[in-house]
C-alpha cells in the first residue's frame, strides 16, 4: 500500500482563489485588506517567512506593510509601532515574526497586538475564545491541517487523534480543534512514555515536534492519515520533516508531504485570517 497524498500546494492554490475573489469584492467598496508585519533581527529563516508572506499578500490582492528592526532595537520602539497599527484603521492584521531577540518579552509584545488584529490567533484573548470554542482567529498552522483534513475527506468524528507536540502554536491550537471536531485527542511531549504505543492507535497522527524523521513506519497504524507540520534540514542540507516519509507512506493511508504539504496552507490561512479581519470592519 502507497498512501495518498494531500497536497498541500494544489490546496492552498484552491483557497487563495477563493481569497482574491472576496478581495476583490471588498476593493469594490474601497477597501483594501492589509497585513503589517513586523521583523527584529537578521534570523534569516525569519526574513524567508516575512518575504513570502508579503509575496502571498499582493499576489492575493491585499496590501502588506513590512518593518524591519534591527536586533538591538528598543522593545519600545517596537511597542510605539504596534500601538500606531493598532489605531489605524486601514490595518487589519498584524503579525510580530518570531523569535525574537532575547532582550524582549514575547508574551508582552504578543499582548500588545489588538485581538482584533491578531491574525496569528496568539493573543491571550483569542487563545481563550478557542478554548472555549468560539475562536476570533483560528492559529495559521492548525487552521491549514484542519483545511486539509476537510479537502481529504477524513473522518473525524470519533477518531483517536494522537499529536506529538504541544506548543502554543501547533500542539495545543490543534487538540482544540479536533476536540471540537468530536475526536478523541492523545497529546504526547519529550517526557510521553512509550510514543510508539500512542502513535500506533492513531487514525490520524499530526507530527508537530521538530525532530527530523522520528516518526518512522513501524510507528503507524496501518491507513492512517498522518499530517507532518515538522520543517527540518537534512546534514545534507534538504527539506524533510518529522515523518520518515518513504517508510510511512508504505503504511499510512494519506499522508502529507514536506516540503508541499502543510507549509503552504500555514501562509494561506494567514491570508484567511486577515481578509475576515476586513470583512469584519463591514458588520
Known amino acids: 500500500m502507497t498512501a495518498r497524498i494531500i497536497d498541500g500546494n494544489a490546496l492552498s492554490a484552491e483557497v487563495r482563489g477563493q481569497l482574491a475573489t472576496r478581495a476583490a469584492a471588498l476593493a469594490a467598496k474601497g477597501i ?3 497585513l503589517a508585519v513586523i521583523l527584529v533581527g537578521e534570523d534569516p529563516a525569519s526574513a524567508v517567512y516575512v518575504r513570502n508572506k508579503v509575496a502571498a499578500c ?3 490582492g491585499m496590501r502588506s506593510l513590512r518593518d524591519v528592526y534591527a536586533p538591538d532595537v528598543d522593545p519600545a520602539v517596537v511597542f510605539a509601532r504596534i500601538a500606531e497599527l ?4 486601514t490595518v487589519h492584521g498584524i ?3 518570531l523569535p525574537l531577540p532575547r532582550h524582549f518579552d514575547s508574551e508582552a509584545v504578543l499582548e500588545a497586538i489588538s485581538p482584533e488584529k491578531d491574525v496569528d490567533g496568539f493573543h491571550a484573548e483569542n487563545v481563550g475564545a478557542l478554548m472555549q470554542g468560539n475562536p476570533r482567529f483560528i492559529p495559521c498552522t492548525p487552521y491549514g491541517v484542519m483545511k486539509m483534513l476537510e479537502s481529504a475527506n477524513v473522518p473525524l468524528k470519533g477518531a483517536e487523534v494522537v499529536i ?4 502554543n502554536i501547533v500542539g495545543k491550537p490543534m487538540a482544540m480543534l479536533l476536540l471540537a471536531q468530536s475526536c478523541t485527542v492523545t497529546i504526547c511531549h519529550s517526557q510521553s512514555k512509550d510514543l510508539a504505543f ?3 492507535r492513531a487514525d490520524i497522527l499530526v507530527a508537530a515536534v521538530g525532530r527530523a524523521k522520528m516518526i518512522t513506519g513501524d510507528m503507524i497504524k496501518p491507513g492512517a492519515t498522518v499530517i507532518d507540520v515538522g520543517i527540518n534540514r537534512t546534514p545534507e542540507g534538504k527539506l524533510c520533516g518529522d515523518v520518515d516519509f518513504e517508510t510511512a507512506k508504505e503504511v499510512a493511508g494519506a499522508i502529507t508531504p514536506v516540503p508541499g504539504g502543510v507549509g503552504p496552507m500555514t501562509i494561506t490561512m494567514l491570508l484567511a485570517n486577515t ?3 476586513a470583512e469584519r470592519t463591514q458588520k
Open 95 to 97: 503579525l510580530v515574526q
Open 32 to 34: 483594501t485588506p492589509c
Open 198 to 200: 500512542h502513535t500506533r
Open 86 to 89: 493598532n489605531a489605524d484603521p
Open 164 to 167: 506529538v507536540g504541544r506548543s
Open 58 to 60: 499582493e499576489k492575493a
Open 275 to 277: 481578509l475576515e479581519a
